[in-house]
């Protein structure tokens, strides 16, 4: 039955073969970042009441075991799948991940929180944006764009899903078993997929020349300036949207928002998401890519001032949408300018360091915005301020990033 099923996709025309890659790639995601990224800080106010821990702990593993992960592991990742190809390493990060929720649903202890968060951020790292990114890069040249924002869908439909499965989950089994079903579920939707790739992998060179492409040698890209313009450009609007989304439920309990309501609007940020992704890929593949980075920055930077203003009737669900929005095109528009400043055969080692820069910035705020709560204010105020100064600053940089599409040497 394997074997047949393998010779279909083998057998698939490129057009279909391109259908089953964009599928894979957006189940990836739905699991590996929309269930486990995305559902996890829904438990932290369970781990808060339970175990007595802070909000800094509680959102300190996410940053401990990216900031191990991301340096050890980062640009050997990004070798690995240039060389090899992303299944192995998608297989391996989809398992990872499996263990990872199942594992912090019994981790009583801080050494085996921050045991299983380590496992969790390989998880990320080996099956989630890294590798679905070179994958859909290599797949598509000209509607490239429109693929990443089809792919990056699974993001924000699985962020979208998972409060609101997590919720009924919880109420009927309690939160540990809701949060080991979630890593179960994980395993089965994105394993079997990305285990059938193999077929799709030998059409690769065909898709978008790939082989006839100049490789741009890591040393030359290394020393471009406008790597680091990327590479600090994008960690300003990681940190910002990972401040945000590790802390938002935090926030909204403060507001006296029930378990249910708190868990409508995590769905309405990721559903807005969905929005942001099509129509920034759509401007993608339209207009300078530059210009639609600064557009997604400043989207998130204008959303944050709604959450410090005096409340009245629609204040947090427009701040979902407006969120939203910026959200759903940030990661995505990231490697579409990596491919377009230093080429596809490249993308994962590029992508590979750039991924360990915000990844540290990703770790770095939400851990930031947790000490200004407790040892400064008991407010998010002044977090939320430090946060829209750095989507600011992140737009900033960027807007010195060259126009054209294509920018190889140095």
């Not at 009441?49 to 991301?70: D, H, I, Q």
């Not at 944006?129 to 990056?152: E, H, T």
Request: proline share 3%.
């Amino acid at each position: 039955m394997e074997s047949k099923f393998k010779t279909a996709i083998i057998g698939l025309p490129g057009r279909s073969s391109q259908t089953y890659v964009v599928v894979t790639a957006f189940l990836s995601l739905f699991a590996l970042v929309g269930f486990a990224y995305y559902g996890l800080p829904f438990f932290f106010d369970f781990m808060t009441k339970e175990y007595g821990w802070s909000r800094t702990v509680v959102t300190s593993g996410n940053a401990l075991g990216k900031l191990l992960v991301a340096p050890l592991f980062g640009f050997f990742a990004g070798w690995l799948i240039d060389k090899h190809g992303p299944r192995r390493l998608m297989l391996a990060g989809v398992l990872m991940m499996g263990i990872a929720l199942v594992g912090l649903s019994f981790a009583n202890s801080l050494g085996l929180f921050y045991l299983f968060y380590f496992f969790n951020a390989l998880g990320y790292l080996f099956g989630g944006p890294l590798p679905c990114q070179v994958l859909i890069s290599r797949w598509f040249d000209k509607n490239r764009g429109k693929a990443m924002g089809i792919a990056y869908l699974g993001i924000g439909t699985g962020g979208a899903l998972v409060p609101l499965i997590a919720t009924g989950l919880e109420k009927n089994y309690g939160w540990h078993s809701s949060l080991a079903a979630l890593g179960v579920i994980v395993v089965i939707l994105a394993f079997p997929m990305v285990y059938f790739i193999r077929g799709t992998a030998s059409k690769v060179s065909k898709a978008v020349n790939v082989n006839s492409e100049a490789a741009v040698p890591i040393r030359n890209i290394l020393l471009n300036r406008n790597f680091y313009l990327l590479a600090i450009g994008s960690m300003c609007a990681i940190g910002v949207v990972g401040g945000i989304n590790q802390h938002l439920k935090l926030y909204l309990r403060d507001l006296n928002f029930s378990q249910s309501q708190a868990a409508h609007v995590i769905s309405l940020v990721l559903l807005s998401s969905l929005a942001g992704r099509v129509l920034m890929g759509w401007l993608a593949d339209m207009i300078r890519r530059k210009y639609v980075m600064i557009l997604i920055y400043l989207i998130v930077a204008s959303a944050i001032p709604l959450l410090l203003m005096p409340d009245f009737t629609g204040r947090i669900y427009l701040f979902a949408v407006i969120f939203g929005i910026g959200l759903g095109g940030d990661y995505m528009i990231i490697p579409l300018m990596a491919g377009d400043l230093f080429g596809v055969r490249a993308l994962g080692r590029t992508m590979g360091i750039i991924l360990v820069a915000d990844g540290i910035a990703e770790s770095f705020f939400p851990m930031l915005l947790g000490a200004l709560y407790n040892n400064v204010s008991k407010s998010y105020a002044l977090g939320f301020i430090v946060l829209i100064c750095v989507a600011i600053t992140g737009a900033i940089i960027v807007s010195f990033l060259p126009k054209s599409n294509q920018i190889q040497d140095r």
